[in-house]
């Protein structure tokens, strides 16, 4: 049975360093984006396992405040009505549209697997172009948790009425295709810039370069069937 493909969106298909000038003006240097990025998924999680769910516009400004205060920084709120401006503005990774093009050319069923809110991810999507390749963009949030804990990727599952091991989790966090695996998804790891498997987790089916490649991977799939 063809999988249906489920993707991450913030690093996955789009290109968070795109984020790298705003971060260079307002710390003086793009290591500060990667740093933001951590704190912001330290707190989601911390989140999720307290049970003290936090909407992600909030982690990602609290994530800012701590990022400031560890660099001993003043902000205003202006920046951090920027940051969250920008991420609503970012990129696609260039090998993406064409993927999701040859996926859906095999009706592959497509999804959006996101933390961010809904609205957040679908204007982002519409912004490059994207959203007409997903039949579902679906975010943590409804769940109350944030992925990876397990109750979001079975969320998702149910959305899109299949069993958890018919969905296909692509992501560029090890942390993500770990928790996918656990919630007895199959997944795939793309190795984007900096980003590198755990490993003491799970290994993912697919391991690829990019989209490209899995996308070739996945069609080799279903024609051997």
Not at 12 to 33: K, V
Not at 68 to 74: C, I, K, P
Request: glycine share 6%.
């Amino acid at each position: 049975m063809r999988p249906v493909i489920v993707f991450d969106l913030n690093g996955t298909l789009l290109d968070l360093s795109a984020l790298d000038p705003y971060f260079f003006r307002t710390f003086g240097d793009t290591e500060a984006r990667r740093e933001w990025f951590t704190e912001l998924l330290q707190s989601a999680m911390l989140a999720t396992i307290t049970g003290s769910f936090v909407d992600f516009p909030t982690l990602g400004k609290n994530a800012l405040d701590m990022l400031a205060g560890r660099r001993d920084v003043m902000l205003g709120s202006e920046e951090k009505i920027e940051l969250l401006q920008n991420l609503r503005l970012l990129p696609a990774f260039h090998d993406v549209a064409p993927a999701l093009q040859r996926l859906r050319a095999i009706n592959c069923r497509l999804a959006v697997l996101t933390n961010s809110r809904f609205q957040a991810a679908e204007e982002a999507l519409r912004k490059v172009g994207l959203r007409d390749f997903f039949a579902r963009v679906l975010s943590a949030e409804v769940t109350q948790r944030y992925k990876p804990a397990a109750e979001v990727y079975r969320m998702a599952a149910e959305e899109l009425q299949v069993e958890p091991a018919s969905l296909l989790l692509v992501a560029a966090h090890s942390w993500d295709t770990t928790g996918a695996i656990r919630a007895g998804c199959e997944a795939a790891f793309v190795r984007r810039p900096g980003q590198v498997l755990d490993p003491l987790a799970p290994r993912p089916r697919f391991v690829v370069p990019d989209l490209g490649d899995l996308a070739g991977r996945v069609i080799e799939m279903e024609q051997a069937a």
